[in-house]
T-cell receptor, first 115, second 111 residues
Framework: NAGVMQNPRHLVRRRGQEARLRCSPM?????VYWYRQLPEEGLKFMVY????????ESGMPKERFSAEFPKEGPSILRIQQVVRGDSAAYFC?????????????FGEGSWLTVV | QKEVEQNSGPLSVPEGAIASLNCTYS??????FFWYRQYSGKSPELIMS????GDKEDGRFTAQLNKASQYVSLLIRDSQPSDSATYLC???????????FGAGTRLTVKP
């Protein structure tokens, strides 16, 4: 899982600012997942993307949150006008292309703190 | 109904005992099942995957799958203090690689 790179590892934002979290998948992986984890809670699915395509965004809040995975460059999770409740660990994972059953591998996570 | 359900614990076992972790899932179309371990402040790491009914053993770990009952379990034999962590059950959703996780079970192994 060392191949999934997330940055920044730690981010502090004031309420109302924007947070951008980046994820570069493992080499050869074309699927990216974003999960949010609140303190002492489990992983909550947010969004599942392929290059230039959102496969499932059923876990994304309807407002302020967006995600993309462009043809070139990392996947970006963008949170606009952050509030204190957005403080959490955001984990990115990736998997290779193909049918179901592929293992997903996690990055080290990005810890967002909203003050 | 949650897509993947686990007992949140905490589960406490003495060193050397067997720890048993359970998971149920709601989507009958799921074909792939995974157990991840997460230490506090760290990212989840894969322990085992299982795709067919029955048992799959890897060292001290045994995963068990019963698709008819929509049930997955993880047994840890000869539990060690270093096994103390949160264990996450993961299930693929439907027939693609869309993955869902349970809330995790916190395991404490006491020396």
């Amino acid at each position: 899982n060392a191949g999934v790179m997330q940055n920044p590892r730690h981010l502090v934002r004031r309420r109302g600012q924007e947070a951008r979290l980046r994820c570069s998948p493992m080499k050869g992986h074309s699927h990216v997942y974003w999960y949010r984890q609140l303190p002492e809670e489990g992983l909550k699915f947010m969004v599942y993307l392929q290059k230039e395509n959102i496969i499932d965004e059923s876990g994304m809040p309807k407002e302020r949150f967006s995600a993309e995975f462009p043809k070139e460059g990392p996947s970006i999770l963008r949170i606009q006008q952050v509030v204190r409740g957005d403080s959490a660990a955001y984990f990115c994972a990736s998997s290779p292309p193909g049918a179901s059953g592929n293992t997903i591998y996690f990055g080290e996570g990005s810890w967002l703190t909203v003050v | 109904q949650k897509e993947v359900e686990q007992n949140s614990g905490p589960l406490s076992v003495p060193e050397g005992a067997i720890a048993s972790l359970n998971c149920t899932y709601s989507d009958r179309g799921s074909q792939s099942f995974f157990w991840y371990r997460q230490y506090s402040g760290k990212s989840p790491e894969l322990i085992m995957s299982i795709y067919s009914n029955g048992d799959k053993e890897d060292g001290r770990f045994t995963a068990q799958l019963n698709k008819a009952s929509q049930y997955v379990s993880l047994l840890i034999r000869d539990s060690q203090p270093s096994d103390s962590a949160t264990y996450l059950c993961a299930v693929n959703k439907g027939n693609n690689n869309d993955m869902r996780f349970g809330a995790g079970t916190r395991l404490t192994v006491k020396p």
